[in-house]
T-cell receptor, first 112, second 116 residues
């Protein structure tokens, strides 16, 4: 089944403790993105990648890092999480041309 | 900067009614437009994808139209059912000249409740 898989689904952590949210897609897609969703603010792009080793900032990149060493994986790294990064996070991917994005099931992160 | 607006923010209608959700965007240089459905606390399910060269797409009781020149899209839901209750999100894939950025710009959604 074609899908985008995120892990973990739920995560509670403490301020300052480094964490990684994994994202993997099995559709051989070039484009991948990370979004966060917050009440009243909607979905906002954090980072995107147009292919292996090609990444760039979205609208809200502060406090986040990403890497794209393999085509299928696009992990989101929070080096020193803070409470304002408590959010619902989504990973997404799409193929070439004007194809639509497929989203993962989301990761609900709480930073205390 | 591309902005996407959805109207209304919330809508409650009795079962069986036909309804229209509206989406507008400020920059017509879009690559495509997607409508998504999101159930509370859940992920995004893609409903319809309209390429920039298309005028509409249909899937079952759903029909989405696109007027790129005026920056508008509508999602028409026929014969609404309680199971259609969800938040509906409109998102545009913006086209950057010369390549570069990629990603969706989302509206804040229409929260739809279908009363049994």
């Amino acid at each position: 089944e074609a899908q985008v898989t995120q892990n973990p689904r739920y995560l509670i952590t403490v301020t300052g403790k480094k964490l990684t949210v994994t994202c993997s897609q099995n559709m051989n897609h070039e484009y991948m993105s990370w979004y966060r969703q917050d009440p009243g603010l909607g979905l906002r792009q954090i980072y995107y990648s147009m292919n292996v080793e090609v990444t760039d900032k979205g609208d809200v990149p502060e406090g986040y890092k990403v890497s794209r060493k393999e085509k299928r994986n696009f992990p989101l790294i929070l080096e020193s999480p803070s409470p304002n990064q408590t959010s619902l996070y989504f990973c997404a991917s799409r193929g070439p041309g004007p194809q639509g994005y497929t989203f993962g099931s989301g990761t609900r992160l709480t930073v205390v | 900067k591309q902005e996407v607006t959805q109207i209304p923010a919330a809508l409650s209608v009795p079962e069986g009614e036909n309804l229209v959700l509206n989406c507008s965007f400020t920059d017509s240089a879009i690559y495509n437009l997607q409508w998504f459905r999101q159930d509370p606390g859940k992920g995004l399910t893609s409903l319809l994808l309209i390429q920039s060269s298309q005028r509409e797409q249909t899937s079952g009781r759903l029909n989405a139209s696109l007027d790129k020149s005026s920056g508008r899209s509508t999602l028409y839901i026929a014969a609404s059912q309680p199971g259609d209750s969800a938040t509906y999100l409109c998102a545009v894939l913006f086209m950057y000249s010369g390549g570069g950025a990629d990603g969706l710009t989302f509206g804040k959604g229409t929260h739809l409740i279908i009363q049994p």
